[in-house]
């Protein structure tokens, strides 16, 4: 089994940055595909950005792509979310997902493993 639990959430202004981070335990996830999805009220869960097992290939929604940058420490067995210039619009709950599989996913349902969430709340 994996766990993962985020942090670095928080409250931000617009413009700012703020870093998120997703530490696994339980196994290692060095050959797991990462992602994050994110959760605003009212609004279904939705895909963010993703990386492979080895952190060289990368896939943004078009929404943060240019701002966000995800990568990944395998030695650490941590993934982060590196959030330059957010918008207000980015204010949701934030999830880490892990699959698996070794090749990036969009979709919930590719993932198998789930952290709890930190709230990133962006004021203009």
């Known amino acids: 089994q994996v766990q993962l639990v985020e942090s670095g959430g928080g409250l931000v202004q617009a413009g700012g940055s703020l870093r998120l981070s997703c530490a696994a335990s339980g196994r290692t996830v060095s050959g797991y595909a990462m992602g994050w999805f994110r959760q605003a009220p009212g609004k279904e869960r939705e895909f963010v950005a993703a990386i492979n097992w080895s952190g060289g290939n990368t896939h943004y929604a078009d929404s943060v792509k240019g701002r966000f940058t995800i990568s990944r420490d395998n030695a650490k067995n941590t993934v982060y979310l590196q959030m330059n210039i957010p918008k207000p619009e980015d204010t949701a709950v934030y999830y880490c997902?892990?699959?698996?599989?070794?090749?990036?996913?969009?979709?919930?349902?590719?993932?198998?493993?789930w952290g709890q969430g930190t709230q990133v709340t962006v004021s203009s």
């Open positions: 997902a892990a699959t698996r599989a070794l090749v990036i996913g969009y979709s919930s349902e590719w993932y198998d493993y």
